[in-house]
């Protein structure tokens, strides 16, 4: 079957990769000049199997308040007379209750669980090295106050059976040796050993040359106009250079795959939410990170990818813009500096992305009321560390063959 998958980001190149090694001819089209030049080039590299939830939880709308007013702020809004962000956030808080709560992070944990293997499969398949680490998250608590509210988080790693450590100073001390000279900031800290770490740009890049092996076109620098539809049936895609034809179509274009479905009905909700990272040369080894650390008070999480300390985050809800505020840099600097100054800050790339985010943080993943149109998008905050088990869902979905995992209630039916 003739397949074309719109976007190279990371979501887009693993299913391209799958679909490929299920026997498809594979096109993927992007308007960058390569594969991972938007949402997923910089991003905060974790690959957080367990530490997987919505970011709608029970409580969350009385802490955005809290949030809003601080410093340096987790959260920033800037509303806009637009219905696509307004009812987002309508729905986002819907689904805020514990019954909401409970089923999405379910299906999250599902597909990140399935991606966890996936990406092993991939690992071995391909040999491909992308700075790789497996030595977990620590989430790091400054004040008694977040190590006493993490035991709702640690009851719900129990009871989804994810591995975890809570751990006093001196554990994160041993896990995290560079918090040695930070000890008195420090309260406790969850560890969740099972995660991994990585550099995104570099994995989508390995990967796209072997699925390029494999057979796959990749055509760079090309906007997607349309999407050819005949009687209910896709039939292809129109670019700014041409019309492309398949027998089915993948859209995998991050926070703008609303807008190209929206011509059809499809109701999909997705939405940018910004996030920032910045990427520092390492100076120091000693006083870096080993793997991710997630600063609770900031919501800020600080990678180790090779010889950088990549540190990224904030949620900003601010519609479909890039640009770079001195403040947020200021945001970052301060969480990675106050815990590991072992970087050289003055060489560091600071860097914004937008986030695919749906209101019930599962990405939607399967058929659409037109025939052969499926979607592969709206990973939101997890979308490197969901990309492996939401592409092999895709391309068995796209082939008619029955998923590992249940991808019933992952489609955009699931809105209706
Ligand atoms: C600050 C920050 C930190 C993050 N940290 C993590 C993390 O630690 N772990 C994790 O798992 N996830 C993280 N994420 C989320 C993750 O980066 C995203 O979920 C993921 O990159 C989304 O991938 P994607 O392929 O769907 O989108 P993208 O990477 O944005 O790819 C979409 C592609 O579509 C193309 N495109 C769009 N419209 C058109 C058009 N009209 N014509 C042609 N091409 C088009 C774009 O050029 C782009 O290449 C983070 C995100 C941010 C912003």
Same mark, same amino acid.
């Given at each position: 079957m003739k397949v074309i998958v719109l976007g190279a980001g990371v979501v887009g190149v693993t299913s391209a990769y799958q679909l490929a090694r299920a026997g498809h001819e594979v096109t993927v089209v992007d308007r960058q000049e390569g594969p991972a030049l938007e949402t997923s080039f910089a991003n905060a590299g974790e690959v957080s199997f367990g530490y997987c939830s919505p970011w709608a939880a029970p409580g969350i709308p009385l802490k955005a308040m809290k949030w809003l007013f601080m410093?340096?702020?987790?959260? $920033?809004? !800037?509303?806009? #007379?637009?219905?696509?962000?307004?009812?987002? #956030?309508?729905?986002?808080?819907?689904? =805020?209750?514990?019954?909401?709560?409970?089923?999405?992070?379910?299906?999250?944990?599902? $597909?990140?669980?399935?991606?966890?293997?996936?990406?092993?499969? @991939?690992?071995?398949? &391909?040999? $491909?090295?992308?700075?790789?680490?497996?030595?977990?998250?620590?989430? /790091?608590? !400054?004040?008694?106050?977040?190590? %006493?509210?993490?035991?709702?988080?640690?009851?719900? /790693?129990?009871?989804?059976?994810? +591995?975890?450590?809570?751990?006093? +100073?001196?554990? =994160?001390?041993?896990?995290?040796?560079?918090?040695?000279? *930070? !000890?008195?900031?420090? *309260?406790?800290?969850?560890?969740?050993?099972? %995660?991994?770490?990585? %550099?995104?740009?570099?994995?989508?890049?390995?990967?796209?040359?072997?699925?390029?092996?494999?057979? *796959?076109?990749?055509?760079?620098?090309?906007? $997607?106009?349309?999407? %050819?539809?005949?009687?209910?049936? @896709? !039939?292809? @895609?129109? &670019?700014d250079r041409e019309t492309l034809r398949a027998d089915a179509v993948v859209v995998a274009l991050g926070s703008y795959s609303p807008l190209l479905v929206k011509q059809f009905d499809i109701k999909l909700p997705v939405y940018p939410v910004k996030g920032y990272s910045l990427t520092i040369p390492i100076v120091d080894a000693s006083r870096a990170p080993e793997s991710t650390v997630m600063d609770e008070t900031y919501k800020i999480a600080i990678t180790r990818l090779g010889d950088r300390i990549r540190v990224g985050g904030m949620a900003e809800i601010s519609g479909y813009t890039n640009d770079l505020g001195q403040k947020r840099r200021a945001t970052l600097e301060h969480s990675v500096t106050d815990l590991f100054p072992g970087g050289d800050i003055g060489k560091a790339d600071f860097w914004s992305g937008l986030r695919p985010m749906t209101p019930d943080g599962t990405p939607v993943i399967g058929p659409t009321k037109v025939k052969g149109l499926f979607l592969n998008t709206g990973h939101g905050t997890l979308g490197w560390t969901m990309s492996c088990g939401s592409a092999k869902l895709i391309s068995d979905l796209v082939s008619g063959r029955k998923p590992e995992i249940d991808a019933t209630d992952l489609a955009v039916s699931r809105y209706a």
């Open positions: 410093e340096h702020a987790p959260l $920033i809004l !800037r509303p806009k #007379m637009d219905t696509a962000m307004l009812s987002w #956030m309508a729905q986002m808080l819907r689904n =805020c209750t514990s019954q909401r709560y409970a089923l999405n992070k379910s299906r999250m944990l599902r $597909i990140a669980d399935y991606a966890r293997v996936s990406l092993a499969d @991939v690992r071995n398949e &391909t040999g $491909i090295a992308y700075d790789e680490r497996m030595q977990g998250t620590l989430q /790091l608590f !400054r004040t008694q106050q977040q190590l %006493d509210a993490s035991a709702k988080d640690v009851k719900a /790693l129990a009871a989804d059976g994810v +591995p975890y450590e809570v751990l006093d +100073p001196e554990g =994160c001390i041993r896990v995290e040796p560079a918090l040695r000279h *930070v !000890r008195e900031k420090i *309260v406790g800290g969850l560890l969740t050993p099972k %995660d991994e770490t990585g %550099d995104c740009f570099k994995f989508t890049n390995a990967l796209a040359l072997k699925a390029a092996e494999l057979g *796959v076109t990749f055509v760079y620098g090309t906007n $997607i106009k349309a999407l %050819d539809v005949e009687g209910g049936t @896709v !039939r292809g @895609v129109v &670019t």
